[in-house]
């Protein structure tokens, strides 16, 4: 006898890949973490974010984030091109709304790096989003990373730092709190939250 329901449940699940999105405080490691999780992780792909900052020494255009101009970020936001936006530390940070449609229907897991506002964001727009917040210890070890990879001056570090515990408010909105304290550890414990959230029904 056929179960209708159960059939139901399977096409449905396997119609649609997993959107994964990453935030946390500037230094807490996400971004690495991210590029680990994509290279580890079968069937998934990097979303890059458009921003309006200059890329920082090391950072290459269209790899680690699309850099476009201030006026041509409005444009996009005007034009309804952005699934989420917002603006960090001064400056204009978004994510493409055809890139995640595309992404998903191809059903891979698709790893998202983004602020804490635009987590939030995205999960109005995808209720089932897998939302993780990424954070170091404590507040001493966010400051010692920060100044240790030497890419931020004095007062943007301060900046950073002072926004983290603005940051920390919206924990409430994720479904789960991951301590980077050792960074091979953390992928792990990434990797089986990713691999269980495929499963949910």
């Given at each position: 006898?056929?179960?209708?329901?159960?059939?139901?449940?399977?096409?449905?699940?396997?119609?649609?890949?997993?959107?994964?999105?990453?935030?946390?405080?500037?230094?807490?490691?996400?971004?690495?973490?991210c590029r680990m999780l994509v290279d580890d992780l079968?069937?998934?792909?990097?979303?890059?974010?458009?921003?309006?900052?200059?890329?920082?020494?090391?950072?290459?255009?269209?790899?680690?984030?699309?850099?476009?101009?201030?006026?041509?970020?409005?444009?996009?936001?005007?034009?309804?091109?952005?699934?989420?936006?917002?603006?960090?530390?001064?400056?204009?940070?978004?994510?493409?709304?055809?890139?995640?449609?595309?992404?998903?229907?191809?059903?891979?897991?698709?790893?998202?790096?983004?602020?804490?506002?635009?987590?939030?964001?995205?999960?109005?727009?995808?209720?089932?989003?897998?939302?993780?917040?990424?954070?170091?210890?404590?507040?001493?070890?966010?400051?010692?990373?920060?100044?240790?990879?030497?890419?931020?001056?004095?007062?943007?570090?301060?900046?950073?730092?002072?926004?983290?515990?603005?940051?920390?408010?919206?924990?409430?909105?994720?479904?789960?709190?991951?301590?980077?304290?050792r960074v091979q550890e953390t992928l792990n414990i990434?990797?089986?939250?990713?691999?269980?959230?495929?499963?949910?029904?």
């Amino acid at each position: 006898m056929k179960n209708s329901k159960f059939q139901d449940v399977i096409e449905n699940k396997d119609k649609t890949g997993t959107l994964i999105v990453i935030s946390g405080p500037s230094g807490a490691g996400k971004s690495t973490l991210c590029r680990m999780l994509v290279d580890d992780l079968a069937d998934s792909v990097y979303s890059i974010s458009t921003t309006s900052r200059p890329p920082r020494p090391g950072e290459t255009d269209k790899k680690d984030y699309f850099f476009i101009y201030e006026g041509e970020f409005k444009k996009l936001i005007e034009d309804k091109k952005l699934l989420e936006w917002a603006i960090v530390h001064g400056h204009y940070y978004g994510t493409s709304k055809d890139f995640i449609e595309k992404s998903l229907k191809s059903r891979k897991y698709v790893i998202l790096d983004v602020d804490v506002q635009g987590g939030v964001q995205i999960r109005k727009e995808y209720p089932r989003a897998v939302l993780i917040f990424i954070m170091t210890p404590t507040m001493k070890e966010l400051e010692k990373r920060l100044t240790g990879r030497k890419q931020d001056s004095a007062g943007e570090i301060k900046k950073r730092l002072e926004n983290s515990y603005k940051e920390l408010d919206y924990i409430e909105n994720y479904g789960y709190l991951v301590i980077n304290d050792r960074v091979q550890e953390t992928l792990n414990i990434l990797k089986c939250i990713a691999e269980a959230e495929k499963h949910k029904i």
